[in-house]
């Protein structure tokens, strides 16, 4: 028998190594159109960010090596030109001779692939737009990173390559924005697990333009700008698209293959073509979804493998084997996080119209009590006739892999989530608990199905009828004060049967705490105290306050920090100090404390959420002669390092007097702000050094006069609607009149050619006065960083105290 194969790499190559593994008299011919016969081009990106160093582990088998072990014809740079499927031939041309040729065939394989999608506008030929499909896309990245040294790159596309690349892109040394059309990257998980993903790309300074619409690219200078829609256009140095792939079927098309409605290859269980002689495979053919019924292109390796391995049985035993068919189990590493999915979203069923329930949860990596537990948050889709699973998503730090592959094996042999309930898992602290998230998100699912609680999700909240609504925060009173959905009462988990008489019956309640837990015992609470129309918020606090939270960026780039050297020595004695969830000064404080009670050399790590953190640690630092070794955030956690050491006044410190001068704005006055900026603006004149530290109303005087929308919480906005919006409001501390004092002081500094508050606070700025806000007040008065000059800086307490070590002059005004 002679096969002939169109195409290489995982599904080609795979199919022509089991052909001959199960016949040793079958003539194999493999064509492959480039000089690469089988790679791993799941790989690629990160042969370009470094974390691959040797390009050769690239490639699972050299030609010489396959012809070698398997006897197989292997023809490379020999491009199939067509396929007559009445005479049962192939054109060939031979790329390096230009020179073509037929060649018959017994069984034929189509494994063209899929190409990248390049669509036509304006400037897409610049040399400084890239895809990455192929080995030689590859190494013209790579080329090109290495001999521009690009600053800047744009990723056209938030797809798993897409952000693979962005990561391996800034491993490069290059900072990177993402501009994605939908409103989300990762299309194959759902809004609320992407705002994660978000979440966690702009706390790496990725720059995130959601929405955005490319129209074409244009030259600038050195530098290649994409054209929005929107007309924030983003120069850069290049740019990657990863827009997505379709079939390559061109050769299919023109011989006559039947095509599926979605434009790949059509082909029945055997994977077997319109003609019985031929098969094809891979991401040219459309695979049949049994969760929805209909066929999907889902291009991915591990289908690819093993359809070759069914197509090779089937040519050579007859169709014995069938295809059942993809569910799409797809997992990347996006920097800290893993995101991973499979089945079906639940935009995709709703678009289905098939009926299903949505059930979040968040637990641990594993267990909670052994060290480095980290979060993992798992979202569900069932049936609610009879807990069929759907659909499962992912997004967490550590142990992701294992538990979509224990969802994928459920849903793959149409499980419930009464199988998922029971799920038999290793388990031992170091890597799960008892209770695994898996069997959690069971037994949750199983809850909801018999009506023990009634959910609702994040984007009812919303758009619930306040008079009708009682919306209960039951987590405890600090993190409820911390931050809470706008309209919420607190009444704690524990205070809930001692405080029934608070809660009407005539009323919808929605209870809600972190994460859902504390949230389904208040209803079950309440259940069994006759109360009927209770709703317990799925997911909780962290499902909706993230997904409610500002997605994009304001700017494409931001210029990331430095980070201080990172080189711990093991030798030292250092004590870890947890601070997560304290707000300025309590880091602060707990460091202070923890750090009298050492002795020089020895060192102190801290971790901290507060991200104002950085700021006030180098500024404390200073203050006390404290050692910075390292400086990290990473995941939504600051982690310091810090070495005590003896403080010494040097000769230079005792000899030179301290000359800068520091402010305390507490005043929102126009005539106290006024004389804040021209205290500030005359000691500049001086050649001096000048820090104001802005609190509390002070905050009013440097916000900005159009400012972005932002989320804020019920107290945020009545403290909004209550102070001044911008300098341009303020009152006179005496004879304000309602406000006209203000008018007329601006009229009679007009008059007399007196400089504006604005004006002032400009001259500030341009000569390099150094503006802190301060991060506490900033919290309790619900001001978010937006809202603020850019010029500010977020600091705290230590921050303050830093400059005024080092001032003669103190003013609080």
Known sequence: MKVLIIGGVAGGATAAARLRRESEDAQIILFERGEYVSYANCGLPYYIGGTINDRDRLFVQ????????????????????????????????????????????????????????????PGINDSRIFSLRNVPDMDNIKAHIDQHKPKRAVVIGGGFIG?????????????????????????????????LVHQHLKSKNVGLLLGEVVEGFESDNDEIKVLLESKKNVSADMVILSIGVRPEVHLAKDAGLELGSLGGIKVNDYMQTSDPDVYALGDAVEVFNPLIGKYSLIPLAGPANKQARIVADNILEGNTYKYTGTIGTSIAKVFDITVAAVGVSSKLLDRENITHLSSFTHGNSHAGYYPNALPLSIKINFSPIDGKLLGAQIVGFDGVDKRIDLFAQIIKKGGTIYDLMGVEHAYAPPYSSAKDPVNMAGFVADNILKKKVNIIHWREVNKLDKDETLLIDVRTSGEFQFAHIDGAVNIPVDDIRSRLS???????????????LRGYLASRILLQNGYTNIYNLSGGYKTYSNAIDIQSTDVAFKDTLPLVNNNIKSEMKTITIDACGLQCPGPIMQLKKNYDQIENGDRLEIKVTDQAFGEDLSGWCRMVGANLISINNSGGVVTACI????????????????????????????????????????ALASGKKVSMFFTFWGLNVIKKASKPSVKKDFLGKMFGLMLPSSSKKLGLSKMNMGGLGGKMMRYIMKEKKVDTLESLIQQAIDNGVEFIACSMSMDVMGIKQEELMDHATIGGVAAYLDRAENANVNLFI
């Open 643 to 682: 070495e005590k050491t003896e403080k010494v006044q040097s000769c230079e410190m005792v000899s030179k007097p301290k000359d800068n001068k520091t402010l305390i704005v507490f005043s929102d006055d126009l005539d106290k702000a006024l004389a804040s900026f021209v205290i500030a603006n005359g």
């Open 163 to 195: 952000l693979e690349m962005v990561e391996n892109l800034q491993d490069a040394g290059v900072e990177v924005c993402v501009v994605e059309r939908a409103n989300q990257v990762m299309a194959p998980i759902d809004f609320s697990m992407a705002s």
């Open 502 to 516: 608070e809660i009407s019956k005539d009323k919808k309640i929605v209870v809600y705490c972190a994460v859902g």
């Open 62 to 121: 050299t030609v010489e090596g396959f012809v070698n072990r398997f006897n197989i014809d292997i023809r490379i740079k020999s491009e199939v030109t067509a396929i007559d499927l009445n005479s049962k031939t192939i054109t060939v041309l031979n790329r390096l001779t230009n020179e073509s040729y037929s060649e018959s065939y017994d069984k034929l394989i189509v494994s063209t692939g899929a190409e990248p999608i390049k669509p036509a506008m």
